[in-house]
């Protein structure tokens, strides 16, 4: 599928030229190769197909994170671009896991405009791919389907996996199996989206929560579900009974054909895809900034997960994930509790355990 009849094609292993908005941060160091990065560290093996991409988005204001961040860091950068625990950002942490499942050119982030700062602190560790900046953030519709349109372009045959870039991962490995099996998996059944569904450990109310149906496929590791259902931030006892009756919490990693993506937008939310597409066409242009200005103007925010997912689970499948410890880090509470569990402090943790003892931040965590 191609927005508007334009098929862009390349052949079976296209190398696309940037859109103007990554062209623009190029000239600015973003994007280039870290001359030392070869002496560091072999380059990581590639293990899926050359027609698969990552697409990170990375372009949310994280606005309930706000004071803690500005709290332990002293800014107000948006969490993505926080080193929270360690040495590398969250973004960096995503970048990193999707250069192990593709080539670094076949990845894709998105930003909204105001965080080209940020994005070029980044840069002298090397920016893998290209940039779409988009004019403002109006949800993850938008901010998804924005990439894929450019994508599908492109190359149209392509698989797609998405990766937010707000997510705590401990066993990345198997956790990056998981994500193998997804692309497998949405090739096989090219019409369907597939979400990576985590076991809980809680009842957590904040998180989407996916109600499998029968089982589709079992066998060397794999346990894939229909979808019966979504909820989206369940009510306290919604929540309890959906951890008692065993669904799962819905990771937002996706993985799937780019049209069957745009297939699901288009029977959802067609005027998200109409609006976007017009402008999606002039990507690479002198005429983008412009067409994409217009066209977010027009849109209304929209949640992929509420208004697609959720909207039509018949188009979907759940990949079961077991033993992976995962979290969105959206809330103080859930960073908090997990640096516990893995007994990390990072250097602004005394201070802020301090401050909170004290009530000078109303973070709503314990932790004690």
Same mark, same amino acid.
């Given at each position: 599928?191609?927005? &508007?009849?334009?098929?862009?094609?390349t052949?079976a292993?296209p190398?696309?030229?940037?859109?103007?908005?990554?062209?623009?941060?190029n000239?600015? =160091?973003?994007?280039?190769?870290?001359?030392?990065? =070869?002496?560091?560290s072999r380059?990581? $093996? !590639?293990? *899926?197909?050359?027609?698969?991409w990552?697409?990170?988005?990375a372009?949310?204001?994280? #606005?309930?994170?706000?004071?803690?961040?500005?709290?332990?860091?002293g800014?107000?950068?948006?969490k993505?671009?926080c080193?929270?625990?360690? #040495?590398?950002s969250?973004?960096? &942490?995503?970048?990193?896991?999707?250069c192990?499942?593709?080539?670094?050119e $076949?990845?894709?982030?998105?930003v909204?405009?105001?965080? +080209?700062?940020?994005l070029? +602190?980044?840069?002298?560790?090397?920016?893998?791919?290209?940039?779409?900046?988009?004019?403002?953030?109006k949800?993850t519709?938008?901010?998804l389907?924005?990439?894929?349109?450019?994508i599908?372009?492109r190359?149209?045959?392509? *698989?797609?996996?998405?990766?937010?870039?707000?997510?705590?991962?401990?066993?990345?490995e198997?956790?990056?199996? &998981?994500v193998?099996?997804?692309?497998r998996i949405s090739?096989d059944?090219?019409?369907?989206?597939?979400?990576?569904?985590?076991?809980?450990?809680g009842p957590?109310?904040?998180?989407?929560?996916?109600a %499998?149906?029968?089982l589709? +496929?079992?066998?060397?590791?794999?346990?894939l579900? &229909?979808?019966r259902?979504?909820w989206e931030?369940?009510?306290? =006892?919604?929540?309890?009974?959906?951890f008692?009756?065993?669904?799962f919490?819905?990771?937002?990693v996706?993985?799937g054909?780019?049209a069957?993506?745009?297939?699901?937008a288009?029977? *959802?939310?067609?005027?998200?895809?109409?609006?976007?597409?017009?402008?999606?066409v002039?990507l690479?242009t002198?005429?983008e900034?412009?067409?994409?200005?217009?066209?977010y103007?027009?849109?209304?925010?929209v949640?992929?997960?509420?208004?697609?997912?959720a =909207?039509?689970?018949?188009g979907?499948l759940?990949?079961?994930?077991?033993a992976?410890?995962?979290?969105?880090w959206?809330?103080?509470? $859930? !960073?908090?509790? #997990?640096?516990?569990?893995?007994?990390r402090? %990072?250097m602004?943790?005394?201070?802020?355990?301090?401050?909170?003892?004290?009530?000078?931040?109303?973070?709503g965590?314990? !932790?004690?």
């Amino acid at each position: 599928m191609t927005p &508007h009849g334009r098929s862009g094609k390349t052949g079976a292993q296209p190398r696309p030229a940037p859109p103007a908005s990554v062209a623009a941060h190029n000239r600015c =160091g973003l994007g280039e190769e870290d001359p030392v990065a =070869g002496s560091l560290s072999r380059p990581p $093996r !590639i293990m *899926t197909a050359e027609n698969t991409w990552v697409v990170v988005l990375a372009g949310g204001q994280g #606005t309930r994170l706000q004071q803690f961040i500005r709290h332990t860091t002293g800014s107000d950068r948006p969490k993505q671009f926080c080193r929270i625990v360690g #040495t590398r950002s969250m973004l960096r &942490h995503t970048w990193d896991r999707a250069c192990r499942l593709v080539p670094r050119e $076949r990845v894709l982030t998105v930003v909204t405009a105001g965080q +080209e700062a940020y994005l070029r +602190e980044e840069a002298c560790g090397g920016v893998p791919g290209g940039v779409l900046v988009q004019p403002a953030n109006k949800e993850t519709a938008p901010g998804l389907l924005l990439p894929l349109l450019w994508i599908a372009e492109r190359d149209p045959k392509a *698989t797609v996996v998405v990766f937010p870039s707000d997510h705590f991962i401990w066993e990345e490995e198997r956790f990056l199996r &998981h994500v193998r099996d997804a692309v497998r998996i949405s090739r096989d059944f090219a019409d369907r989206m597939v979400v990576l569904g985590v076991e809980p450990d809680g009842p957590e109310q904040t998180y989407g929560w996916i109600a %499998p149906g029968a089982l589709c +496929e079992a066998g060397a590791g794999v346990e894939l579900y &229909h979808v019966r259902r979504f909820w989206e931030k369940p009510d306290r =006892g919604t929540a309890a009974d959906l951890f008692a009756g065993g669904f799962f919490w819905n990771t937002f990693v996706l993985a799937g054909r780019v049209a069957a993506f745009l297939r699901a937008a288009r029977r *959802t939310i067609p005027e998200v895809l109409d609006s976007l597409g017009a402008a999606a066409v002039l990507l690479g242009t002198r005429r983008e900034a412009d067409a994409l200005a217009a066209a977010y103007r027009r849109l209304r925010p929209v949640d992929f997960s509420r208004a697609v997912l959720a =909207g039509r689970p018949e188009g979907l499948l759940v990949l079961r994930v077991r033993a992976v410890y995962w979290s969105d880090w959206g809330d103080p509470q $859930r !960073i908090l509790r #997990t640096l516990q569990r893995f007994d990390r402090r %990072p250097m602004w943790f005394p201070a802020y355990a301090e401050a909170l003892a004290s009530g000078a931040e109303r973070a709503g965590a314990d !932790i004690d």
